[in-house]
């Protein structure tokens, strides 16, 4: 049998995620691959370092996500976006 389907629980965000989430809006205006996203994440944070660049924006989008109840998008994504909208 399956999982039980009922109310989630909400979990409190760890440090570690609060400061994620910090680090992608203080870095969300700047063009970063995900790969560079990750290597000045370490830099900065060698006590979470992470080594795969997808899990790494994916736990942070989620971060993001769960403390400002936004979903996050690179301004890349964001001009994207506009711009169909405008068409």
Same mark, same amino acid.
């Given at each position: ?7 989630? !629980? ?6 570690? $995620? ?6 992608? +809006? @203080?870095?969300?205006?700047? %063009?970063?691959?995900?790969?560079? !996203? ?6 900065? $944070? ?6 795969? +660049? @997808?899990?790494?924006?994916? %736990? ?28």
């Amino acid at each position: 049998m399956g999982a039980k389907a009922g109310p989630r !629980r909400a979990r409190s965000l760890q440090e570690k $995620h609060i400061e994620m989430a910090i680090f992608l +809006a @203080e870095t969300g205006t700047v %063009e970063f691959t995900k790969t560079k !996203r990750m290597y000045t994440w370490n830099a900065q $944070h060698p006590a979470w370092q992470y080594t795969d +660049a @997808e899990g790494f924006d994916r %736990e942070a989008r989620q971060a993001y996500k769960h403390l400002t109840g936004r979903i996050w998008m690179s301004p890349r994504c964001r001009a994207t976006r506009l711009t169909l909208r405008s068409q």
